[in-house]
């Protein structure tokens, strides 16, 4: 089975500067897909940025980029310019692209402080 | 603006009571998800189905967990009876899958936060 872990249980960085979120993941299949989601405390759970792992290129959505390292099995994300708004839970989550997937899989999250 | 809905956003009930939440996904999705979160688990898948059809409900509970689509537009969970121990979040998803790659997009709902006394 897959497994994503999130060795961060907390992160806090001064606004303005920039944070990486890491998150690992353990997987036997080659194609798949990765997905970080926020939840803020309204407790939505809002996508914010995918990756296809037969992609090469990093996927980026404005301040918000990640480093896929295939080989590692490592995806994390980083937030530039971090903003108030970004405060919030933030879940590493992975996908089997397989005709048997069975929904997504996610990590225990990283709490995300942001120090005005 | 196409959004994942969900009702109640909150319930409360006591321990034996029957509860049901219901989804209704985004408006040609056609796949709909079931995850449960508590602080000691995490997200968990429990159910999901595709075209209506169940296709993976091995993550819940059977003996008082039922998931069901009755339509296209609405998806529902019902737990009879409940426990102190079903306390949790409980929020659906949906998604546009085909049936060669998976791995679509899930969009979330916002959730219904569950109390059992």
């Known amino acids: 089975a897959q497994t994503v872990t999130q060795s961060q249980p907390e992160m806090s960085v001064q606004e303005a500067e920039t944070v990486t979120l890491s998150c690992t993941y353990d997987?036997?299949?080659?194609?798949?897909?990765l997905f970080w989601y926020k939840q803020p405390p309204s407790r939505q759970m809002i996508l914010v940025i995918r990756?296809?792992?037969?992609?090469?290129q990093n996927a980026t959505e404005n301040r918000f980029s990640v480093n896929f390292q295939k080989a590692a099995k490592s995806f994390s994300l980083k937030i530039s310019d971090s903003q108030l708004g970004d405060a919030a839970m933030y879940f590493c989550?992975?996908?089997?692209?397989?005709?048997?997937?069975?929904?997504?899989?996610f990590g225990k999250g990283t709490h995300l402080i942001i120090q005005p | 603006d196409a959004r994942v809905t969900q009702t109640p956003r909150d319930k409360v009930t006591e321990m034996g009571q029957e509860v049901t939440m219901r989804c209704q996904p985004i408006l040609g999705h056609n796949t709909v998800f079931w995850y449960r979160q508590t602080m000691m688990q995490g997200l968990e898948l429990l159910a999901y189905f595709r075209n209506r059809a169940p296709l993976d409900d091995s993550g819940m509970p059977k003996d008082r967990f039922s998931a069901e689509m009755p339509d296209a537009t609405l998806a529902t969970l019902k737990i009879q009876p409940s426990e102190p121990r079903d306390s949790a979040v409980y929020f659906c998803?949906?998604?546009?899958?085909?049936?060669?790659?998976?791995?679509?997009?899930?969009?979330f709902g916002p959730g219904t936060r569950l109390l059992v006394l």
């Open positions: 990756q296809e792992a037969y992609k090469q």
């Open positions: 989550a992975y996908d089997d692209s397989g005709g048997g997937a069975d929904g997504l899989t």
């Open positions: 998803a949906s998604g546009l899958g085909t049936s060669g790659r998976m791995g679509e997009t899930q969009y």
């Open positions: 997987t036997s299949e080659s194609d798949y897909y």
